[in-house]
C-alpha cells in the first residue's frame, strides 16, 4: 500500500523559510519520481517542483532560486526547502510520487502553509 506522509508546515513571516518533508512507503523509492504540488484556496493545483530517480529536477518559476527539493533514498523521503518565502506561497502542499511501472501518481493528504506579511 502507497504511502505518502507530509510533515513540516506551519505559519512562517514573509521572508522566512520552512522545509517540508515527504515520507514514502510502499513502492520502491529509489526508482520513482517525486514531487511538490501546491493548491491555494480557489485555484488550481499547481507543480512547485519534481525530481525524478536520476535527480534531474524541475521548477514553477515562481519559486525558481528560493525553492530547492531533494531525496534522501536511505529514508525514502522527499523534502523541500523554502526560502524567501512570501504571502503568494501560502497554499496547501502536496507529495506526489510515481512509483515506478504504476502508471499513475499517488498523494499525500498535504500540509499547510501560511505566509504572512
Known amino acids: 500500500q502507497v504511502q505518502l506522509v507530509e510533515s513540516g508546515g506551519g505559519l512562517v513571516q514573509a521572508g522566512g523559510s520552512l522545509r517540508l518533508s515527504c515520507a514514502a512507503a510502499?513502492?520502491?523509492?529509489?526508482?520513482?519520481?517525486m514531487g511538490w504540488y501546491r493548491q491555494a484556496p480557489g485555484k488550481q493545483r499547481e507543480l512547485v517542483a519534481v525530481?525524478?530517480?536520476?535527480?534531474?529536477?524541475n521548477y514553477a518559476n515562481s519559486v525558481k532560486g528560493r525553492f530547492t527539493i531533494s531525496r534522501d533514498n536511505t529514508k525514502n523521503t522527499v523534502y523541500l526547502q523554502m526560502n524567501s518565502l512570501n504571502p503568494d506561497d501560502t497554499a496547501v502542499y502536496l507529495c506526489?510520487?510515481?512509483?515506478?511501472?504504476?502508471?499513475?501518481?499517488?498523494w499525500g493528504q498535504g500540509t499547510q502553509v501560511t505566509v504572512s506579511s
Open positions: 510502499g513502492f520502491i523509492f529509489r526508482i520513482a519520481a
Open positions: 506526489s510520487g510515481r512509483p515506478a511501472g504504476r502508471g499513475r501518481d499517488y
Open positions: 525530481m525524478n530517480s536520476d535527480g534531474i529536477t
